[in-house]
């Protein structure tokens, strides 16, 4: 099935050089809509719209810059309108994944993780509503939250808030927006494989997909065409929403050993 109300939309996607986020623009760009692809690293922007813009017909454009930054996010909604005359959908994907024992974690790490997931997040949803209400007809987001947003994990204290936060924020926002014909979910991905969690770990896809009721990791496809779906005309009535997008890791809970 081919999703509707995808042709000729406009979509910036953040943190899109690699992984989940470039999976995103890829299905947007085979959809027929318009992408403003952004990632920190300008020469991985540049590399990821090109090849997406020689592969399919959708015009996607690179924006480099670091979207915890409010005056880069102003930048960057104005060149999706300079470009494109309008903003449809927004996916503020790019964040940080920051391990560390929580007794010592240090505030400028704190600081460099709710910068990106948290203030980035919720300045560019604000910078695009007011857009959106502007244009008069409606629009879609969605937020970037994570397994670890649902469940506690060792290290992962304040990546973990982040994400659960943002399932949050596409309620509150839901809720404020939905007069505007603004629909705003959230996905919940669980152990993906990509470039980043590839390097994290040797065999990553071995030692995770254990986890998964489905015994396989996720691939960024997984997740894209989740988002792809909560973009789409189909998905309309859909409001506040989380999807995990795991295999069933969620689901699961666990029986002490001498119970097994
Ligand atoms: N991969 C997983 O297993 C997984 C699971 C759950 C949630 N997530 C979430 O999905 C999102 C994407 O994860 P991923 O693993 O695909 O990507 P990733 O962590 O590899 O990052 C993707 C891109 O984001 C860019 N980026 C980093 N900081 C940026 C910034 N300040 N501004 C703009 N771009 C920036 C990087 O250069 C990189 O190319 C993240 O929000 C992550 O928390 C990922």
Known sequence: MQYSGLKNKTAIITGAGTGIGYAICELLTIAGANVVLNDVDKELATKAAKNLDAQHSGNCLPFDGDVGDVHIIDKMVDFALEKFGRIDFVVPNAGITLFGNFLEFTPASFQEVMRLNLQGAFFLAQRVAKEMIAQGDGGRMVMMSSQVGIRAYQQLAAYGMTKAALRMFAQNLAFELGQYGITVNAVAPGATLTERTEEE????????????????????????????????????????????????????????????
Do not use: M
């Open 201 to 260: 770990q040797p065999d990553y896809k071995g030692t995770w997909a254990k986890l998964n009721p489905n015994g396989r990791v996720g691939k960024p496809e997984d997740v894209a065409k989740t988002c792809l779906f909560l973009l789409s005309d189909e998905a309309s009535h859909i409001n506040g929403q989380t999807i995990p997008v795991d295999g069933g890791w969620t689901t699961a809970g666990k029986y002490p050993e001498d119970l097994l």
